[in-house]
């Protein structure tokens, strides 16, 4: 029931979702799955610069062969580049709209993969906090106007939603298999993450949010354990020898070292520009990706987010404030959804340390902390302008903190009526 509760919106009307542009390009671009996948033509033309992140083209490119239109994806190529200057009723006249059956394809495709964030939310949910918890922020997100708008587009926002959002179920993973003491399983979960950020770096470079969340949550492991030794009466060498030789700090590191080197291993791998320079290549991606934002800007493309102050404002109102892309509005002209976050973020962070303080290592709260944080400031400090697909990363964290919030509201409630019909009908 939840599952069809979850997919019906994002499958609904995927052909009347309005067309942007870019749609165009990444239909385009699936040239690039045919030239590595099929032909093995890693010596095109079409890899000799680093211009683009090539994983969201392979997913597109597959979707198109396995919907039995593999041998269309020439005709694709062959379609001049959007002109956004020109509006939409030009460039259809001029023949540089794709296929309506192709775009029609790679947007249900697009709208499953969001569907499917919205069932790992739900997992997440369930797991860290409640059943209760992970059904409010699973239907939270599948029917927040942002989330079907970009999820119903044929470009890659929803498998970059997925791969970032499928990162904290593989760190819960890691995390459960570290406390068993599972060795093995540790590091290959550790391997399975190196893969996930590649996918995630590789469709987007905000995609590297991923590894970043990674890297801190195991050297937030490793600080905690680190902190216990540090209050123990043991002199200071005597403290760093133990530290060195404690096994689950060795384990975090190997996986830290395997995560990194998978990462770096499938990217290169499966980016064929970066073969004989791979960094080089991938400053390459950045000055490219720098100089569209000037173009866009200088364009009026949208408005300019420049500063920290208005990245800052923009992100705040854009996700937490009514009009903008939430759903639950305002009660007594608070927003409803700021509300909730906030006072959510506010349990966690008390609760959590609470845990750590009684337990010397942290819950799988932890995580959503730290997921949420490293989101909320690495795309307020990237976003470059206020387009609305730019914000779609930050979605997840907040249903699933308001989730938790609205799960321990009703569960409050709930105790205190019970109390007091209880002692109402207690015989005197």
């Given at each position: 029931?939840?599952?069809?509760?979850?997919?019906?919106?994002f499958?609904?009307?995927?052909?009347l979702?309005?067309?942007?542009?870019?749609?165009?390009?990444?239909?385009?671009?699936?040239?690039?799955?045919?030239?590595?996948?099929?032909?093995?033509?890693?010596?095109?033309?079409?890899?000799?610069?680093?211009?683009?992140?090539?994983?969201?083209?392979?997913?597109?490119?597959?979707?198109?062969?396995?919907?039995g239109?593999?041998?269309?994806i020439?005709?694709?190529?062959?379609?001049?580049?959007?002109?956004?200057?020109?509006?939409?009723?030009?460039?259809?006249?001029?023949?540089?709209?794709?296929?309506?059956?192709?775009?029609?394809v790679?947007?249900?495709?697009?709208?499953?993969?969001?569907?499917?964030?919205?069932?790992?939310?739900?997992?997440?949910?369930?797991?860290?906090?409640?059943?209760?918890?992970?059904?409010?922020?699973?239907?939270?997100?599948?029917?927040?106007?942002?989330?079907?708008?970009?999820?119903?587009?044929?470009?890659?926002?929803?498998?970059?939603?997925?791969?970032?959002?499928?990162?904290?179920?593989?760190?819960?993973y890691?995390?459960?298999?570290?406390?068993?003491?599972?060795?093995?399983?540790?590091?290959?979960?550790?391997?399975?993450?190196?893969?996930n950020c590649?996918?995630?770096?590789?469709?987007?470079l905000?995609?590297?949010?991923?590894?970043?969340?990674?890297?801190?949550?195991?050297?937030?492991?490793?600080?905690?354990?680190?902190?216990?030794?540090?209050?123990?009466?043991?002199?200071?060498?005597?403290?760093?020898?133990?530290?060195?030789?404690?096994?689950?700090?060795?384990?975090?590191?190997?996986?830290?070292?395997?995560?990194?080197?998978?990462?770096?291993?499938?990217?290169?791998?499966?980016?064929?520009?970066?073969?004989?320079?791979?960094?080089?290549?991938?400053?390459?991606?950045?000055?490219?990706?720098?100089?569209?934002?000037?173009?866009?800007?200088?364009?009026?493309?949208?408005?300019?987010?420049?500063?920290?102050?208005?990245?800052?404002?923009?992100?705040?109102?854009?996700?937490?404030?009514?009009?903008?892309?939430?759903?639950?509005?305002?009660?007594?002209?608070?927003?409803?959804d700021?509300?909730?976050?906030?006072?959510?973020?506010?349990?966690?962070?008390?609760?959590?340390?609470?845990?750590?303080?009684?337990?010397?290592?942290?819950?799988?709260?932890?995580?959503?902390?730290?997921?949420?944080?490293?989101?909320?400031?690495?795309?307020?400090?990237?976003?470059?302008?206020?387009?609305?697909?730019?914000?779609?990363?930050?979605?997840?964290?907040?249903?699933?903190?308001?989730?938790?919030?609205?799960?321990?509201?009703?569960?409050?409630?709930?105790?205190?009526?019970?109390?007091?019909?209880?002692?109402?009908?207690?015989?005197?």
């Open positions: 029931m939840l599952v069809m509760l979850i997919v019906i919106p499958i609904r009307n995927v052909d979702n309005p067309f942007h542009g870019d749609e165009a390009y990444w239909l385009r671009s699936s040239i690039h799955y045919k030239l590595f996948f099929r032909d093995g033509a890693i010596e095109s033309k079409e890899f000799k610069s680093c211009r683009n992140e090539s994983v969201g083209k392979y997913i597109i490119g597959l979707v198109l062969d396995v919907a239109y593999g041998e269309r020439n005709e694709l190529s062959r379609i001049e580049p959007w002109i956004f200057q020109q509006g939409y009723d030009w460039n259809v006249a001029n023949q540089r709209m794709p296929a309506a059956e192709l775009l029609s790679a947007r249900f495709a697009m709208a499953l993969l969001g569907s499917l964030t919205c069932i790992l939310i739900y997992w997440i949910g369930r797991t860290v906090f409640s059943m209760k918890a992970g059904i409010i922020a699973s239907l939270l997100l599948a029917y927040n106007p942002l989330m079907l708008l970009c999820c119903k587009r044929a470009m890659v926002d929803a498998p970059l939603l997925l791969f970032m959002t499928a990162t904290v179920v593989l760190s819960i890691f995390y459960r298999s570290l406390m068993a003491q599972r060795r093995l399983r540790t590091l290959i979960l550790a391997a399975v993450i190196g893969i590649a996918l995630a770096l590789g469709t987007k905000n995609g590297g949010l991923s590894i970043f969340f990674v890297a801190l949550f195991c050297m937030h492991l490793i600080a905690i354990k680190s902190s216990f030794y540090a209050y123990s009466k043991k002199i200071f060498y005597s403290r760093i020898i133990q530290l060195s030789k404690d096994r689950e700090i060795k384990l975090i590191a190997a996986g830290m070292l395997i995560a990194c080197t998978v990462t770096i291993t499938v990217l290169i791998g499966m980016t064929p520009c970066l073969y004989r320079q791979p960094v080089n290549g991938i400053m390459q991606m950045i000055d490219v990706r720098t100089d569209h934002v000037q173009i866009q800007r200088a364009n009026r493309w949208g408005t300019s987010l420049d500063t920290f102050s208005k990245k800052f404002n923009s992100v705040v109102r854009r996700t937490l404030f009514p009009q903008n892309y939430v759903i639950l509005g305002t009660l007594f002209k608070i927003p409803i700021c509300a909730l976050f906030l006072l959510g973020l506010a349990m966690l962070f008390f609760t959590e340390i609470k845990y750590i303080f009684s337990n010397a290592k942290p819950s799988l709260q932890s995580i959503i902390i730290l997921w949420a944080v490293v989101t909320f400031t690495g795309i307020t400090i990237w976003i470059p302008l206020n387009w609305d697909r730019y914000y779609l990363p930050i979605l997840p964290c907040i249903v699933i903190v308001e989730g938790y919030c609205m799960a321990k509201i009703y569960d409050t409630c709930a105790l205190f009526i019970r109390r007091r019909f209880t002692t109402s009908t207690v015989p005197m």
